[in-house]
């Protein structure tokens, strides 16, 4: 296998996908070696066979806004590899989402889920619909009709769907209460649920905390101590919310946070009482950080900037969204130095900052290691449905915990150079690859 010979080959096939692309190009050059030292993978062409989704739902989602308009939208489903346990992966609800999205984050999953230990596959979803700015009611429309067709494709056992961009507790109740209805049984089919019907404890947290773990255990292995560091976030959602709650926990300073209309900076680190208020403006009230100086004139409103470049930061946790930074923004990083990104958003950085980050040797986590600690809880509210009870907030902190440091030694494991540097992206994705290819190869060509 040649990355640049496949790579040629998918980009004919698959033409205006970039981020696919993106994705794709990433994995394979990392892989390339391993993969060569095992003929049987050539001869059984499984690099294709991994790199093209097993299949694609594409479909049209019709449905009556409050003014009596009928809007269209399009759903998708990529349902990418089942090798190792049913398809799993969130839902995206953006105006943004289109395939190449869709089949980035699908493929990404699979080698995030494969290092979490736990039995999923890969998939992901979404719809180009807009939740901002929409009543309940609206959404809730929405997401029935969503439902309406994607229902027949998933199941406890099949395809598990969960949150994921525009897509929280609210929407994932809506879904999976119009799933329920049509499939006529109370399964595991999503996770994220609300805790009254089968969600798990933590599993809101997981992301941002379980990034936070991913954190600590690569400090560790510099001896660094996270108290008193300075951290940059980039998003206000469910991410980058609970990272910053667990880095204050843990006596860090938060310095920024954003959305996609611009960054607050707190040159001093958010106070308690100011994440706060961020938070519930957040989560609750679906405000806008132009709002936070109303009320904390001492903190900094910096329209349509992204953090990188504001404010000095000892660590990066870029937890919004793809391609949201650049290698300017690696540069201005290193400048100020930063030693330290951990990503809680799928593929935040461009490959240009990939390359600056690994050149300066500093301790960078991609995401599909460093934000795996949500779907890995997304494993545990399954495991906790098929057995119909429900483990304390406690327990499942400490096996996220121990999952995060289980990735983090895969990542130590295949990506440990011969000068002792830790190339995560190579280790994760070396990880991620072996357990799914050797899965594929046991079961034939499929
Ligand atoms: P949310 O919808 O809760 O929050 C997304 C945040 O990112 C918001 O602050 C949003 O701003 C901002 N944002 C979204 N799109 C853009 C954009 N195009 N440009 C700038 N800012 C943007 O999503 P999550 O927190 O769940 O997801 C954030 C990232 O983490 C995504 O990459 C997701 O794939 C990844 N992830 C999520 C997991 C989960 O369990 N939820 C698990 C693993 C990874 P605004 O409020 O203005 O829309
Ligand atoms: O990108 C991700 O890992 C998620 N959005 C979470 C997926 C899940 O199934 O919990």
Redesign the pocket.
């Known amino acids: 296998m040649k990355t640049s010979e496949v790579l040629a080959d998918l980009r004919m096939r698959f033409p205006n996908e970039p981020e696919y692309h993106q994705a794709v190009e990433e994995v394979l050059a990392s892989i390339e070696d391993v993969y060569n030292e095992h003929p049987e993978f050539e001869r059984m062409n499984l690099i294709e066979r991994l790199c093209i989704p097993d299949r694609i739902f594409a479909f049209r989602v019709s449905w009556v806004d409050d003014s009596g308009r009928v809007r269209n939208n399009m759903g998708y489903r990529v349902q990418h590899n089942n090798a190792i346990g049913p398809y799993k992966g ?1 839902i ?1 609800f ?1 105006s ?1 989402v289109n395939l190449s999205i869709l089949k980035f ?1 699908a493929f990404e999953q699979t080698f995030k889920n494969s290092l979490t230990t736990l039995a999923m596959g890969g998939a992901k979803g979404g719809s180009d619909f807009s939740p ?1 700015g929409k009543s309940n009611m609206e959404i809730m429309h929405f997401c029935q009709a969503f439902i309406a067709e994607l229902w027949r494709q998933i199941g406890p056992d099949t395809d598990v769907p ?7 507790a609210r929407e994932v109740g809506f879904m999976y209460g119009y799933y329920k209805k049509m499939a006529r049984e109370f399964t595991g089919t999503f996770t ?1 649920k609300g805790l009254t019907f089968g969600g798990s404890l933590i599993r809101p947290e ?2 941002g905390y379980g990034n936070c773990y991913f954190l600590l255990n690569m400090l560790a292995t510099r001896g660094i101590d996270i108290k008193g560091k300075r951290v940059a976030i ?7 919310t609970y990272t910053a709650k667990k880095l204050l926990e843990l006596g860090a300073k938060v310095v920024s946070m ?4 611009g960054t607050i900076i707190a040159r001093d680190g958010l106070t308690r009482e100011q994440f706060e208020y961020i938070f519930d403006l ?1 989560t609750y009230m679906r405000g ?1 950080l132009s709002e936070v100086t109303d009320t904390f004139p001492d903190l900094e409103y910096h329209p349509n900037e992204r953090p990188w470049k504001l404010v000095q930061c000892d660590i990066a946790m870029p ?4 391609n ?1 930074l650049d290698g300017s923004d690696a540069d201005a990083l290193l400048a100020s130095g930063c030693f330290a990104v951990s990503e ?3 593929m ?1 950085s461009t490959p240009e900052a990939v390359h600056k980050f690994i050149e300066a040797r500093i301790l960078y986590a991609p ?1 599909k290691a460093a ?1 795996a600690g ?2 890995a809880t997304s494993g545990l509210e399954m495991a906790q449905n098929s057995q119909k009870l429900s483990w304390t907030a406690e327990e499942v902190d400490r096996r996220l915990s121990d999952i995060m440091k289980n990735i983090h030694e895969q990542c130590v494991r295949y990506g440990r150079q011969d000068d002792g540097f830790v190339n995560y992206v190579r280790g994760a994705n070396i990880a991620g690859f072996m357990k799914v290819a050797e899965a594929m190869m046991a079961q034939g060509i499929l």
């Open positions: 969130g995206r953006h943004s984050l901002r969960a949150g994921d961009i525009g897509v929280g994220g997981a992301t980039s998003g206000s959602g469910n991410v980058a954003s959305d996609s209309n957040k806008r937890s919004a969204t793809q949201e809680g958003a799928n935040p995401g934000n949500g779907v």
